[in-house]
C-alpha cells in the first residue's frame, strides 16, 4: 500500500482536510490515470462522493439528468454533463475519453413493480457505451445479499445489475453494502422516525433477523479507496460496518440515543408491504421506497467475506459512531445530500414556470408592505416548512400533506434537507426549489398528486413610489 506523502514544510495537501470522509485514507490519489465519470452525482452518494475526488486531484466528470445552475457552484472544477442512462446517446456522450466510471445509478424511486426492468435495461445501455468507449474500469455499489437465498426483488435486481455490467470488457469492482447511515440516508431517516414517533414499536419475526449497517463516510472511503487501489479491479467485496444487529437492535439503539423510552410489542408474523406503508405515512420517507427497502428485511444481509479490509485497511465506524455522526450533522444543520434530492423520479425534467406555453388558469397573489430589509424577509422565506412550519394555517399544510401521503403521494412530512437555507432543487415538504434569487425570489414547484401543476412564488422588491 502507497504511503501519502507528507512534508512538514508544505502545506497540507487538500484531501487530508478532516472535514472529509476520506482525509485518512490510506491509499494515495492517482489523478493521473485521466477522467473519472461519477453516475447518478445528483444523488445521495454521488453527491458526496465528487467532492472527495475532487478534492483528492482527480478530473471528475459528474453525470446529471438536467442542467442546473447549483451544480456548478457545489462542484467547483467538475465537469456537469446532463445525461440519461435510458439513453444510449447521453451516455456516449458522458463516457468519451473516461478511465474510469463510478456506477451508482438505480430506479429504486419508480417502485416495486417497476425499477427492476429499468435497472437491468440502464445497467445494459452502460455496459455497451463503456465498451465503446474504451472505458477500463467501472466501480459499482450493489446491495448486500446472499444469492444463494430468497433475495427481495431489490436485491435480486442489484445482483442483475451487477453481472450486466461485468458481461462488458471493463474491468468491474463490485462493492456490496446493506444498509447505509448517515444524514439524509433513507435508512436512518426511517430508523429515526420510527423510534421518534411510535412509543409501541411492533416487531414483527423478520425484524429479528441479522443486519450489517455501514456508515455513508465509510462507504465513501471504499469507493475512493477501490479506485486508488488497483487489485480491486475484477473482484467484488462484501463492505460493512464492526457490528452485526437485529433490525429491532437498530431501533432500540436509536431510542436509546434519543432518550426516548419505547415499548417493543412481538409479532409472530407481518405483512412486510403493509409495515412498509404504515412506515410510509409514520417518516418522511415516501411508499415507493419504503416497500422496496422493507422487502429486504426478509433475509439477512451480513457480509460474507470482507477481504477488502486487508487492501483498504481502515477502522469502519461502529453503528452507534454512525448514528451519533449523522444527528450530529443535523444539530449542526449541515446535511450536504439527501434521499429525497432524487425523489420523485425524473424531477429535475419536470416542466418548469418558464417554459409554460400559457399563463397559469389560476392566479391568487397576495402582496405585504414592510420596513424590514430584503435580506431579513427572504432569509425568512426560506425558513418554511420543515420544523419551522408556515406562516399561518400549519394545520391545513399538515392536513394537505397527509392526504398526499395516504394517495401515496410525496407528503409534507418529507421536510427539508436543512433548516435554514435553501438551494435550487431541494425540496421544502411537497415542493421542490424550482427557482431561487438570494434576497429577491423564491419559486417553489408542487410535487403533490394534483390534477394539474402548481407553483408557489415569494417575490422580494421594493415599492414603486407614488406619483405626485
Not at 447549483?70 to 478511465?99: F, K, M
Not at 417502485?111 to 459499482?140: C, E
Not at 418548469?352 to 406555453?357: G, I, Y
Request: proline residues 7%; aromatic residues 8%; hydrophobic residues 45%.
Amino acid at each position: 500500500m502507497s504511503e501519502i506523502p507528507v512534508h512538514s514544510d508544505s502545506p497540507l495537501p487538500d484531501y487530508l482536510d478532516e472535514s472529509l470522509f476520506c482525509h485518512d485514507l490510506p491509499s494515495a490519489p492517482r489523478p493521473q490515470i485521466g477522467t473519472v465519470l461519477v453516475t447518478g452525482a445528483s444523488g445521495y452518494i454521488g453527491g458526496r462522493l465528487v467532492p472527495e475526488l475532487l478534492a483528492r486531484g482527480y478530473r471528475v466528470r459528474a453525470m446529471v439528468r438536467a442542467a442546473s445552475p447549483e451544480y456548478a457552484a457545489r462542484w467547483p472544477g467538475a465537469d456537469i454533463v446532463v445525461a440519461d442512462a435510458l439513453q444510449p446517446g447521453d451516455l456516449e456522450r458522458a463516457l468519451t475519453g473516461v478511465h474510469t466510471a463510478y456506477y451508482l445509478i438505480h430506479s429504486l424511486l419508480l417502485g416495486p413493480s417497476h425499477f427492476g426492468a429499468a435497472d437491468l435495461h440502464a445497467a445494459d445501455n452502460f455496459r455497451h457505451a463503456a465498451d465503446a468507449a474504451g472505458v477500463a474500469r467501472i466501480i459499482y455499489l450493489g446491495g448486500l445479499g446472499d444469492a444463494r437465498g430468497a433475495l427481495s426483488a431489490h436485491l435480486h435486481s442489484r445482483m442483475k445489475v451487477a453481472h450486466a455490467l461485468a458481461g462488458g470488457h471493463a474491468a468491474v469492482t463490485v462493492l456490496r453494502a446493506a444498509v447505509i447511515i448517515g444524514s439524509g440516508s433513507a435508512s436512518y431517516e426511517i430508523i429515526a422516525h420510527l423510534a421518534r414517533q411510535l412509543f409501541l414499536v411492533p416487531v414483527p419475526r423478520w425484524a429479528r433477523n441479522k443486519c450489517q449497517p455501514i456508515a455513508i463516510r465509510d462507504v465513501v472511503k471504499y469507493l475512493v479507496g477501490a479506485l486508488e487501489t488497483p487489485e480491486t479491479a475484477g473482484n467484488e467485496y462484501d463492505i460493512g460496518g464492526p457490528d452485526i444487529l437485529s433490525y429491532e437492535h437498530m431501533l432500540r439503539v436509536m431510542a436509546d440515543l434519543l432518550g426516548r423510552k419505547r415499548l417493543y410489542l412481538y409479532l409472530p408474523v407481518g405483512n412486510v408491504a403493509l409495515f412498509g406503508y404504515v412506515a410510509s405515512l409514520v417518516t418522511p420517507v415516501p411508499a415507493a421506497i419504503t416497500l422496496c427497502l422493507m422487502e429486504g428485511l426478509a433475509s439477512e444481509v451480513v457480509c460474507g467475506h470482507q477481504d477488502i479490509r486487508s487492501l483498504i485497511p481502515f477502522r469502519p465506524l461502529s453503528y452507534r459512531q454512525a448514528v451519533v455522526r449523522a444527528m450530529s450533522r443535523e444539530d449542526q444543520d449541515q446535511v450536504s445530500t439527501r434521499w429525497s434530492d432524487a425523489y420523485p423520479p425524473a424531477h429535475e425534467l419536470a416542466v418548469k414556470l418558464r417554459d409554460v406555453p400559457r399563463p397559469p388558469r389560476y392566479l391568487a397573489t397576495r402582496r405585504l408592505v414592510t420596513a424590514k430589509s430584503p435580506a431579513s424577509i427572504f432569509h425568512a422565506v426560506c425558513r418554511i416548512g420543515g420544523r419551522h412550519g408556515w406562516f399561518h394555517n400549519n394545520w391545513l399544510w399538515r392536513l394537505r400533506g397527509a392526504i398526499d401521503r395516504l394517495l401515496l403521494g410525496v407528503g409534507d412530512a418529507r421536510g427539508r434537507r436543512r433548516s435554514s437555507a435553501l438551494e435550487i432543487n431541494d425540496v421544502v415538504g411537497f415542493w421542490r426549489v424550482e427557482d431561487l434569487r438570494p434576497d429577491a425570489r423564491l419559486l417553489l414547484r408542487a410535487e403533490m398528486k394534483l390534477p394539474g401543476k402548481a407553483w408557489l412564488e415569494f417575490t422580494i422588491a421594493p415599492e414603486a413610489p407614488e406619483s405626485p
